[in-house]
């Protein structure tokens, strides 16, 4: 792998420009721009500015060996001067392969001409590449390159399995009762399959706090008081008291076929 470099910048180019006409030796330029003195001496002679229309103004301008540069490398791009190379990319990437998998596949191959993964990515964004709508065929389909080492999105703590937008139908048409065994998973299928919430109280008062738990059927309310913030106390409820909440709960189901205005309250 060859040198791995900083190219000279456009501030850097002004510099230049300035200390060239001011006649400041090139070593100079290289100890303050911390450059070595051939990259100086190179970016003078490829960079020169020089028309035959205005043959008074041969020289060297950072605004202009700025573009120049560009263009050099716009033009020198290797699937611009491989046409059949990038033939074969823009094939791959339309057929739905990624980046990486083409320039992997190329190495397992052994290809002569290949090309690697960054490279592809600078053409599918390029103008060439916007021109042809290749960012479409990409997974992100991300019309707008990321830039690299920026920060990446965080995970969300609740997998989109468990989202509501995947309840059963059962669940959001309310057409079943929570749970109909009297044991302590009638509290958990409450909260899988109705309303919970937490209420806290100012902190003079403590830790304590009420969790509520609404059936979404019968608008069956429970009501416990927790010591902390943590779960545990919720879903680890004593299986005769859950028994009583279950029986309370199915009674008030068959003595009221339609949902009360104000929801029946069992506090223990």
């Known amino acids: 792998m060859g040198a791995v ?3 000279l910048s456009i501030t850097e180019r002004r510099k230049i420009e300035r200390w060239r006409h001011a006649k400041v030796p090139v070593d100079e330029m290289a100890r303050v721009l911390k450059r070595c003195r051939s990259t100086i001496f190179r970016e003078l002679k490829r960079n020169h500015f020089s028309d035959e229309s205005m043959p008074g103004c041969d020289g060297y301008y950072g605004a202009a060996a700025h573009l120049m540069q560009a263009e050099r490398r716009a033009r020198e791009r290797k ?10 990319v823009i094939e791959r ?5 990624t980046p990486e998998q083409i320039s992997n596949r190329m190495i397992h191959e ?12 600078r053409y599918i964004y390029s103008k060439e590449g916007q021109r042809e709508d290749l960012w479409w065929y990409l997974p992100t389909h991300r019309i707008a390159r990321r830039p690299r080492r920026t920060r990446r999105r965080r995970e969300p703590k609740l997998h989109r399995d468990v989202s509501i937008l995947f309840r059963p139908d059962y669940v959001a048409h309310r057409r079943q009762f929570g749970h109909s065994m009297p044991d302590r998973r009638f509290v958990k299928q409450i909260c899988r399959e109705g309303e919970a919430d937490l209420m806290l109280f100012k902190q003079k008062l403590g830790q304590t706090n009420v969790t509520s738990l609404v059936e979404r059927v019968s608008r069956f309310t429970v009501i416990l008081k927790n010591p902390n913030k943590r779960t545990k106390p919720v879903m680890l409820c004593p299986a005769g008291d859950c028994a009583a909440i279950c029986r309370e709960g199915q009674d008030h189901e068959c003595h009221q076929r339609s949902p009360p205005r104000r929801p029946s309250v069992h506090h223990f």
């Open 5 to 7: 470099y900083d190219q």
């Open 79 to 88: 699937l611009i001067k491989h046409p059949e190379l990038c033939k074969r």
């Open 93 to 97: 990437i339309k057929n739905g392969w």
């Open 110 to 121: 052994r290809a002569p001409l290949r090309v690697c993964q960054e490279t592809i990515y």
